[in-house]
């Protein structure tokens, strides 16, 4: 299996800015797509932002042009640079991973990481 373990969160006052790692470990793997998700207590898991191997990314319309998001395909690393932080960004961010492993055949694979607390208050 592939792990995946997050760093980076933290509190910020509103219009600060965070970096969140996520780095993914295990055995004969081949990571797509990395990324990051958010969840808000009482609320749904969302989308926050993706990157592809290929360097393609997707944005949530809430984040579009305050993070940016980008991997170390060498490292099997992914991460968030978020700016201008705003208090409905506080939430639990989770890393994402999907592609396959190699065992006796290639199997599709993927990953939640345990999140990282992320807290914008004034």
């Known amino acids: 299996q592939v792990q995946l373990v997050e760093s980076g969160g933290g509190s910020v006052q509103p219009g600060g800015s965070l970096r969140l790692s996520c780095a993914a470990s295990?055995?004969?793997?081949?990571?797509?797509?990395m990324g990051w998700y958010r969840q808000a207590p009482g609320k749904q898991r969302d989308l926050v932002a993706t990157?592809?191997?290929?360097?393609?990314?997707n944005y949530a319309d809430s984040v579009k042009g305050r993070f940016t998001v980008s991997r170390d395909n060498a490292k099997n690393t992914v991460y968030l640079q978020m700016n201008s932080l705003k208090p409905e960004d506080t939430a639990v961010y989770l890393c994402?991973?999907?592609?396959?492993?190699?065992?006796?055949?290639?199997?599709?694979?993927?990953?939640w990481g345990q999140g990282t607390q992320v807290t914008v208050f004034s």
């Open positions: 994402y991973a999907d592609g396959t492993v190699v065992r006796l055949i290639r199997l599709p694979f993927s990953s």
């Open positions: 295990g055995s004969a793997f081949n990571i797509n797509v």
């Open positions: 990157i592809t191997s290929g360097g393609n990314t």
